[in-house]
């Protein structure tokens, strides 16, 4: 093809699309019109995080801080203790209940895909997860209500895992009292002994969580709206209108010489 031809060619194309343009932009207005229907009916879903660190060090090297909150986290009995207490509260069990665990480590099954986050769960209109050691909570959600829910269902799990390794430290103490009683009938001395410097820790522990938890989880962060995508979707239905358009006006011109052949 010579490029005068190619121009030519070229030319009536779009002198083609130019003729149809009613039609593409009947075809964009459709396409905007559905997208604008579905942002309107879409629950909008928000983004917020709660950070949180390590307050106190607990004397036990066997006690996983961050593996005993994400397992009280989502523990059906520790729910219903709060949620007891809390009556009017928002959220229900099942929206912090884990669909899967593996090795201590809770991940969100999907129908599409499965997300390796450390904490990963469903919740109605959007996902709750949270990492088991220093970070960050992460919620999404559609409601903003539950916000102040969940902050206080994280603080509610805080103070039960610290109850939790205060029970065992003290359990700890007088398994030490009693190995000390012994040292102490048979003679033995005790200054510098590792049973001396333990009672110490373990006293200074107790001490510790009488004023504050072992984590320190902060308030959520301003809510970022994730969902609709507005500008996405509009994008999208602007693309597939022109798309649509041009495709329908190729085919009545297709259909056309057809039928002026036949």
Do not use: C
């Not at 964009?28 to 309107?40: D, K, M, Q, T």
């Not at 809390?86 to 999907?110: A, C, H, M, Q, W």
Request: charged content about 25%; proline content about 3%.
């Amino acid at each position: 093809m010579s490029k005068s031809s190619y121009i030519n060619e070229l030319v009536g194309f779009y002198t083609l699309i130019w003729q149809g343009k009613l039609k593409i932009l009947y075809s964009i207005l459709f396409f905007s019109s559905l997208a604008y229907l579905y942002i309107s009916i879409v629950d909008e879903e928000y983004e917020t995080y709660f950070d949180y660190d390590y307050n106190i060090s607990v004397p036990d090297n066997t006690f996983k801080s961050g593996e005993v909150f994400v397992r009280l986290l989502s523990n059906e009995d520790v729910f219903q203790k709060w949620k007891d207490d809390n009556p009017n509260s928002k959220i229900e069990y099942s929206d912090i209940s884990p669909t899967l665990t593996i090795n201590g480590f809770i991940y969100r099954v999907n129908e599409n895909d499965v997300e390796l986050n450390p904490v990963e769960r469903l919740i109605d209109g959007g996902r709750f997860s949270a990492r088991i050691r220093t970070g960050s909570i992460l919620i999404r959600s559609g409601d903003h209500q539950k916000l102040s829910d969940y902050y206080h269902y994280l603080q509610f799990v805080n103070k039960e895992t610290t109850n939790t390794a205060i029970l065992r430290i003290k359990n700890r103490k007088s398994q030490i009292i009693e190995a000390l009683k012994v040292r102490a009938e048979a003679g033995s001395g005790t200054n510098g002994d590792t049973l001396t410097v333990e009672m110490v820790r373990v006293n200074a522990f107790l001490e510790e969580t009488k004023k504050e938890n072992l984590l320190d989880i902060s308030r959520p962060t301003k809510p970022k709206k994730i969902s609709p995508r507005v500008f996405a979707i509009s994008f999208l239905a602007i693309f597939l209108g022109f798309i649509i358009g041009i495709i329908s006006i190729l085919s009545q011109i297709f259909l056309n010489r057809i039928k002026s052949l036949v």
